[in-house]
């Protein structure tokens, strides 16, 4: 069952979203060639922690047998990883490397959530191919958000943004998806970024989601592998898994431009918030769901 928020209830979301853009920012400052996985993990986990929150993805459990926790606050995904990267002191970035950083934080009983995409060293130096991905994948976002309002249903975003990612010549992953969002970090409703326009469930005032294009250079196909998280094309081409963001319906607007700007609201007002004593929470795990149904399906 999904969940409608209050508007305190949303206001703390918002201020989670706003350690998380903290955090978002830090690592683009300090992405570079040269730079570790760990390195840029370590940067977020420090500014998550100094604002008096958790990083919500370190040690986050599988859900599967034999398969360890999440050990880090951020998920690095690299080039052919299009999900769930673990952090790493030897992947060293390139230039022209895409790299996903995809990284939660929990404060005051509720979470934010937000992924970027970088190229190491800039557009120029990444290939044709890297460039047109990044920005597809940037604006499968935004396509997607124009039905993100009250009486449209989750099907209109889903299919929105398929279509506009295989319209450009990229493909969707079906096997995971975008997620409801609050006092858990993944919530229902299920956000495909697949679907039938007009199917699925109906949004209502006070709904959270993050909304997460994952979009691929060639083929939909992935592979886990034997780390047991990390989430990699099948083909080994390009991933980009560009925009998520917390989103919420509090207001009743059908102006898209009012939404947009309600968006980075929450997630781009970054000024400074003060430092406060945070303690570590169990996490239920209702995304095991989604990452069980892929392997029991493969």
Not at 24 to 44: F, R, V
Not at 119 to 126: D, Q, R, S, T
Not at 151 to 161: E, L, M, Q, T, V
Not at 215 to 227: C, F, K, S, T, Y
């Amino acid at each position: 069952m999904f969940t409608i928020k209050t508007k305190k209830e949303i206001e703390y979301m918002r201020e989670s979203c706003k350690i998380v853009a903290l955090a978002q920012q830090a690592i683009k400052n300090a992405i570079k060639p040269g730079i570790s996985t760990w390195e840029l993990n370590k940067i977020a986990e420090d500014v998550i922690y100094a604002n008096g929150a958790i990083p919500s993805c370190k040690n986050y459990p599988s859900g599967i047998k034999g398969i360890p926790a999440f050990p880090a606050g951020v998920c690095i995904s690299v080039n052919d990883e299009v999900i769930h990267g673990i952090p790493s002191k030897k992947v060293i970035l390139k230039e022209g490397d895409i790299v996903s950083t995809d990284l939660c934080a929990y404060k005051n009983g509720f979470h934010g959530d937000a992924t970027r995409t970088h190229i190491v060293g800039g557009k120029e130096c990444a290939t044709e191919e890297a460039r047109r991905l990044v920005e597809v994948t940037e604006q499968a976002f935004f396509e997607g958000i124009q039905f993100a309002k009250v009486g449209y249903r989750i099907g209109d975003i889903s299919h929105r943004i398929g279509e506009y990612v295989e319209k450009n010549g990229f493909s969707v992953l079906k096997e995971f998806q975008g997620h409801g969002i609050g006092q858990d970090m993944h919530e229902d409703p299920g956000v495909p970024n697949y679907g039938k326009a007009n199917k699925g469930l109906r949004l209502e005032a006070g709904m959270t989601l993050a909304i997460e294009p994952m979009v691929n250079a060639g083929g939909a196909d992935i592979d886990i592998l034997d780390d047991g998280w990390t989430v990699v094309t099948l083909d080994r081409k390009f991933s980009s898994t560009l925009w998520k963001y917390n989103f919420n319906y509090r207001k009743r607007t059908r102006n898209i431009d009012n939404i947009v700007i309600l968006l980075y609201t929450i997630l781009a007002n970054c000024e400074k918030i003060p430092k406060m004593g945070g303690k570590n929470i169990g996490k239920r795990g209702c995304y095991r769901s989604w990452r069980n149904s892929y392997r029991n399906s493969s």
